[in-house]
């Protein structure tokens, strides 16, 4: 089974800090994804990367950074942390070469910003 | 640019009967694939079921099967036999193909079922 790990389920910030979500998955996925997800919006495309050092910017990258070192592992930063970002926050990944393949998502992050 | 769109915010249904989730969607490709996803209260999304734009019969999997109307741009979700667990939120999405390679997602809001006893 395809397994998608985000480093936490519950994290708690202030205004201003830089924030790490870290995101691994360990079936040499090709793409990977990062969405927030908010009542009434469904989930958003934030950031997705199609290959190692790849990134490509989704519907709303706004305050928002990725990285992608490792083809396992993706990262979302927040530059500076602001309280209309508290959200969850859903990784996902999928490969490359077949399109009815579905994302496989982590087990989300909910992230409050104070 | 794609459109995905769940009219209903919310459906109860009765335990052991079916029920359908619509989802109509709107694009300009004539390759596109049509997914749905379950979200229960704990948070994790689970695929449950995929049609391809090309494919000619309607996908099932087990009590999941999706009504395909290509001409309507719908891709209705119908639930058999409701159950207890079923009781989540449900999301509709299409694939997109990337001119770089891979694909991405575009979700619809959702609809939060609840099945009653």
């Known amino acids: 089974d395809v397994k998608v790990t985000q480093s936490s389920r519950y994290l708690v910030k202030r205004t201003g800090e830089k924030v790490f979500l870290e995101c691994v998955q360990d079936?040499?996925?090709?793409?990977m994804f990062w969405y927030r997800q908010d009542p009434g919006l469904g989930l958003r495309l934030i950031y997705f990367?199609?290959?190692?050092?790849?990134?490509e910017k989704g519907d709303i990258p706004e305050g928002y950074s990725v990285s992608r070192e490792k083809k396992e592992r993706f990262s979302l930063i927040l530059e500076s942390a602001s309280t209309n970002q508290t959200s969850m926050y859903l990784c996902?990944?999928?490969?490359?070469?077949?399109?009815?393949?579905?994302?496989?998502f982590g087990d989300g992050t909910r992230l409050s910003i104070l | 640019a794609q459109k995905i769109t769940q009219t209903q915010p919310g459906m109860f249904v009765q335990e052991k009967e079916a029920v359908t989730l619509d989802c109509t969607y709107d694009?300009?490709?004539?390759?596109?694939?049509l997914f749905w996803y379950k979200q229960p209260s704990s948070g994790e999304m689970i695929f449950l079921i995929y049609?391809?734009?090309?494919?000619?019969q309607n996908a099932t999997e087990g009590r999941y099967s999706l009504n395909f109307q290509k001409a309507r741009k719908s891709a209705n979700l119908v639930i058999s036999a409701s159950q207890l667990g079923d009781s989540a939120m449900y999301f509709c999405?299409?694939?997109?193909?990337?001119?770089?390679?891979?694909?991405?997602?575009?979700f619809g809001t959702g609809t939060q079922l609840k099945v009653e006893l």
């Open positions: 996902a990944s999928s490969p490359d070469w077949l399109s009815n393949q579905p994302q496989h």
């Open positions: 079936m040499d996925h090709e793409n």
């Open positions: 990367s199609y290959d190692v050092k790849m990134k």
């Open positions: 694009t300009s490709d004539p390759s596109y694939g």
């Open positions: 049609q391809g734009s090309y494919d000619q």
């Open positions: 999405a299409m694939r997109e193909a990337l001119t770089g390679g891979g694909n991405k997602l575009t």
